[in-house]
């Protein structure tokens, strides 16, 4: 059975630096895309950037370029969404989500992290 | 890039048929036939109910269809049932990543 599990929520303050993890079960890590989506409270969804372990091919949407790092670790199944200095407007819920390499439906989504980031 | 256009929100009683637009540009929905739709319900993470302009994954009401012409592209819920009262989103491949429409609150009146 496939599962995808995010890590737990968290509360930072501005400034901060933060790393949050997907990690995934059931399939073969390598041949599966990671993408990263935000949804900001009560707002819409939006690609952050897509990951492919296979040859870590990384993606990032324009609006998201510079903003965030998307990284991986094949050993553990892993996939990371990492910020150098949080603002309070990256307060959001994010999820990751996988679609096989070829497909464009992605089926597998994790539960979300919720990131509030306030002084 | 700019997120692709969506009603704000739709209504419908239960039974009827309602559709849902979105529309985009020569660059990712009329571009590609790979348009797929995710249906929101509060506090949960999104699923996929439809891929590739109009296929439906296993397990996913044959009550929901998908088209696309041209730069549009419709998601269209027919039978309209209780549980269909969420929020729906359109995604499409632009070539190089994927953007997502600005989401349509479906209402069962």
């Known amino acids: 059975e496939v599962q995808v599990v995010q890590s737990g929520a968290e509360v930072k303050n501005p400034g901060e630096s933060l790393k949050i993890s997907c990690q995934s079960f059931?399939?073969?890590?390598?041949?599966?895309?990671i993408g990263w989506v935000r949804q900001m409270p009560g707002k819409g969804l939006e690609w952050m950037g897509l990951f492919y372990p296979g040859n870590s091919d990384t993606r990032y949407s324009p609006s998201f370029q510079g903003q965030v790092t998307i990284s991986a670790d094949k050993s553990i199944s892993t996939a990371y969404l990492q910020w150098s200095s949080l603002k309070a407007s990256d307060t959001a819920m994010y999820y990751c989500a996988t679609t096989r390499d070829g497909n464009t439906r992605w089926d597998y989504w994790g539960q979300g992290t919720l990131v509030t980031v306030s002084s | 890039q700019s997120a692709l256009t969506q009603p704000a929100s739709v209504s419908g009683s239960p039974g009827q048929s309602i559709t849902i637009s979105c529309t985009g540009t020569?660059?990712?929905?009329?571009?590609?036939?790979?348009v797929s739709w995710y249906q929101q319900h509060p506090d949960k993470a999104p699923k996929v109910i439809i891929y590739d302009v109009n296929n439906r994954p296993s397990g996913v009401s044959n009550r929901f269809s998908g088209s696309k012409s041209g730069n549009t592209a419709s998601l269209t819920i027919s039978g309209l049932q209780a549980e269909d009262e969420a929020d729906y989103y359109c995604?499409?491949?632009?070539?190089?990543?994927?953007?997502f429409g600005t989401g349509t609150k479906v209402t069962v009146v």
């Open positions: 059931g399939y073969s890590f390598t041949n599966y895309w």
């Open positions: 995604n499409s491949f632009t070539g190089h990543i994927y953007v």
């Open positions: 020569s660059s990712d929905v009329g571009g590609y036939n790979y």
